[in-house]
């Protein structure tokens, strides 16, 4: 049997990601392939960043933490199609969350993943899940 978590433990570890992670954080779209961990260097080009609001997720709930203060919008540095995400602290040097960004169905998705330099680029749902329920 698997080790599972109450709900009560899933969303305590959510709500310490986001306090561990810090107010008005770093979140970076990047192209192509995300490297093996949040430790290792960022591969691709950086495509865009957006500065999070301070309080960017709300409440976890039944171990889900959803955006909050959205949509978030930033304008694309420059063209590429977008492969991946980092979330690092304000400060820009720690990541501590990488996954699949772009279309529809990935960790984090945009309103257009192939992008123009000078776009206009949103996020209007983004959320964490813990696992071992």
């Not at 192209?31 to 591969?43: D, E, L, Q, R, V």
């Not at 495509?47 to 039944?62: C, K, Q, R, S």
């Amino acid at each position: 049997m698997a080790i599972q978590f109450s709900a009560a433990v899933r969303n305590a570890q959510l709500n310490q990601l986001e306090a561990s992670v810090g107010a008005t954080p770093k979140l970076r779209f990047y192209s192509g392939a995300a490297p093996a961990n949040c430790a290792a260097a960022a591969s691709g080009t950086m495509i865009a960043e957006f500065v999070l609001p301070a309080d960017w997720e709300g409440d976890a709930t039944a171990g889900v933490k959803a955006m909050a203060g959205g949509p978030w919008t930033t304008t694309a540095a420059v063209p590429g199609t977008v492969g991946y995400f980092r979330l690092y602290d304000s400060a820009g040097t720690t990541c501590h969350v990488q996954g699949s960004a772009g279309a529809a169905g990935s960790d984090c998705p945009i309103n257009n993943p192939t992008v123009v330099a000078g776009q206009e680029l949103k996020i209007t749902a983004f959320s964490l899940t813990a696992g071992n329920a």
